[in-house]
């Protein structure tokens, strides 16, 4: 049964910062890893997409990254700003579960300061 | 770029009432889900759809919910009697073989 960790579960930083939200999950029979964003209330927001073949990805300031063999990725934020404030959530796909759900942890909140 | 729509974006009913959460799925989208998000809490698995038919569903979804693709295009989720912990933010999501899910902006669905 699949399970997500994300550490930490908050994070309050000032603006500028560089920082680094980490995921683990147990069953790495995934077929990708996505990384949501959600602000309070709302929906989800797709941030990168790793296949499971890749080792990282790419988009702006956002770096993401992924160790399949032991249940990790990486979330690495440049030069953060307000409006990053979000919660982030890492989202493994596929693993034993043949239907393709996906299994959420409960994200990492992150607030960054003006 | 397609996207995955969902209505009402808000829905608030009496509990016991049966409440009935549309969604459009992604046009050539073959497999398609429910997800649940109480307040403060994770979003939560509740359902797999594909072939006509319900392929997974988690201990959440009981015999009070129900899915169902009526016409090729809408999905949708039914609460037969709704109860106050029903009271959730509900999203859909669809995917192509072998491609990830895209999410539709939710319904927040509030029992009174």
């Known amino acids: 049964k699949q399970e997500v960790t994300q550490i930490p579960a908050a994070l309050s930083v000032p603006e500028g910062e560089n920082l680094v939200l980490n995921c683990s999950f147990t069953d790495s029979a995934i077929y990708n890893l996505q990384w949501f964003r959600q602000d309070p209330g709302k929906g989800l927001t797709s941030l990168l997409l790793i296949q499971s073949s890749q080792r990282e990805q790419t988009s702006g300031r956002l770096n993401a990254s992924l160790d399949k063999s032991s249940g990790r990725s990486t979330l690495y934020i440049a030069a953060s700003q307000p409006g990053d404030s979000a919660t982030y959530l890492c989202?493994?796909?596929?693993?034993?579960?043949?239907?393709?759900?996906?299994?959420f942890g409960q994200g990492t909140t992150l607030q960054v300061k003006p | 770029e397609p996207e995955v729509t969902q209505t009402p974006s808000h829905q608030v009913t009496q509990m016991g009432q049966e409440v009935i959460l549309r969604c459009v799925p992604i046009?050539?989208?073959?497999?398609f889900y429910w997800y649940r998000q109480i307040l403060g809490q994770k979003v939560e698995f509740l359902v797999s759809f594909y072939n006509n038919e319900i392929s997974e569903k988690s201990e959440i979804f009981d015999d009070q919910f129900s899915v169902e693709r009526p016409d090729g295009s809408n999905f949708t989720l039914k609460i037969r009697s709704t109860k106050l912990e029903d009271s959730a933010m509900y999203f859909c999501?669809?995917?192509?073989?072998?491609?990830?899910?895209?999410f539709g902006d939710g319904t927040r669905l509030s029992i009174l």
């Open positions: 999501a669809s995917r192509r073989a072998g491609q990830p899910q895209h």
């Open positions: 989202v493994p796909g596929g693993g034993s579960s043949n239907t393709g759900k996906l299994i």
């Open positions: 046009s050539n989208h073959l497999y």
